[in-house]
Structures are given as C-alpha cells and as structure tokens.
C-alpha cells in the first residue's frame, strides 16, 4: 500500500512562502495523481490542488489558485507544493493523498481519494 508523508510546514508571517514536500513509498510515484489538501479546525476539508501521475496536468481550488504551485519528481517520489503570499486563512494541516480517478473536475478529485498522510501544519501569523 502507498504511503505517504508530508514535510515543510511551519510558522511563517502573512505574506510569506512555505514549500511542502510529500514523499511517496509503496509503489511506483508515476503510477498515482496526487492531491493536496487542507483542513482547518472545525471545517470541512478543502482541495488545494491535484497533479496527474505524469505533471502534465494541474488543478487548483479557489484559494490556492494564482498563489500555489503543484510540481513533482516521479524519480524523487515526491511532489511539492510552492505556497507564496500566504494569509492567515491559509492556516490548517496539509495534507497530500492519492487521488483515484484522476484530477478531473474539482468536485470529483476532492472526493476520491485513496491513501493519505497524517499532515504538516502550517500557521501563517504575525
């Protein structure tokens, strides 16, 4: 089974940038589409951004849009998220997942996922 583990976060200032690694074991990294996503206390989990197994493609939710970046290494197995601009509504656990059908339309790549990692918090704050 895959696993997956997520790095990179942190205490950062509003306006600032954090770039988040997830590392992938289990199998092949070329094989899955990965997604990045977020839950903040007490709401609902929220899709940051997916990548195809290839790169080729790249989705973004709202908020990350313009702001994040999604970027992987089949060979490093491992994909990373570039956040820049930062606020403190960006503050939540990130977490990266296997997304099983692939990144398609928003509502249909938040909702299918296969494994997980345990997450990264990130706290944007002065």
């Known amino acids: 089974q895959l696993q997956l583990v997520e790095s990179g976060g942190g205490l950062v200032q509003p306006g600032g940038s954090l770039r988040l690694s997830c590392v992938v074991s289990?199998?092949?990294?070329?094989?899955?589409?990965i997604g990045w996503f977020r839950q903040a206390p007490g709401q609902e989990r929220e899709g940051v951004s997916c990548i195809s197994s290839s790169g080729k493609t790249t989705k973004y939710g709202d908020s990350a849009q313009g702001r994040f970046t999604v970027s992987r290494d089949n060979a490093k197995n491992t994909v990373w998220l570039q956040m820049n601009s930062l606020k403190p509504q960006d503050t939540a656990v990130y977490y990266c997942?296997?997304?099983?059908?692939?990144?398609?339309?928003?509502?249909?790549?938040?909702?299918?996922?296969?494994?997980y990692g345990r997450g990264t918090q990130v706290t944007v704050s002065s």
């Open positions: 289990g199998g092949p990294l070329a094989f899955y589409a």
């Open positions: 997942a296997e997304v099983v059908s692939g990144c398609g339309p928003y509502a249909r790549w938040t909702l299918d996922l296969g494994f």
